[in-house]
């Protein structure tokens, strides 16, 4: 059993790493092509006319990855200065109901994502400049949504609940 856990977190933690790769790929195509269209369009007095729909489809990819990714490292703006006055057991019991309460939205995400791409690809919308299925940026949700939910029941399998997200965050500096 400890070998398969092993294997699981090695794969988990190539995967993770690839999606911030990926993240930070489109970060970087984003304000290449952002600024290659400024340039174009106000020095050049020419327009590159795919720019807008590229730039679009990256956002979100890298808006809903990004999610995942601050997710796994505990970045996510949290307001808890009423569960930390709470007693232990009570924080605990927070703790558990809200990600319960995570989990559940996020089955609710990835299945309503799944069924936008699904009718989307299906009703055959594309995008105008590019001609491909606008079903491309919406299948950010489900997917973020799936790994995200995936980190949450990583967290829960581990036991990582109840650790002090700043103590989560060197954690990952230092893998």
């Not at 269209?37 to 979100?60: H, K, S």
């Not at 491309?136 to 790994?147: D, H």
Request: aromatic content about 12%; proline content about 1%.
């Amino acid at each position: 059993m400890g070998n398969v856990s092993v294997g699981f977190d090695r794969t988990y933690g190539a995967v993770a790493r690839l999606i911030e790769q990926i993240t930070a790929v489109l970060t970087g195509l984003l304000v290449v092509i952002v600024t290659a269209n400024v340039f174009a369009r106000y020095v050049l007095q020419i327009g590159m006319t795919w720019a807008e729909e590229v730039t679009i489809l990256f956002f979100v990819w890298v808006v809903f990855l990004g999610a995942y990714v601050a997710y796994r490292r505990r970045a996510h703006l949290a307001i808890t200065f009423v569960v930390d006055r709470l007693p232990a057991g009570a924080r605990k019991a927070a703790i558990v109901l809200a990600t319960t309460l995570i989990g559940l939205f996020l089955v609710i995400v990835v299945w309503s994502g799944f069924d936008l791409v699904e009718r989307t690809f299906a009703f055959g919308r594309l995008t105008a400049m590019l001609g491909i299925s606008a079903a491309w940026g919406y299948l950010a949700v489900p997917v973020s949504g799936c790994l995200i939910l995936a980190e949450t029941l990583r967290q829960v399998a581990k036991g990582d609940l109840f650790e002090d997200s700043a103590m989560a965050g060197e954690r990952e500096a230092g893998s």
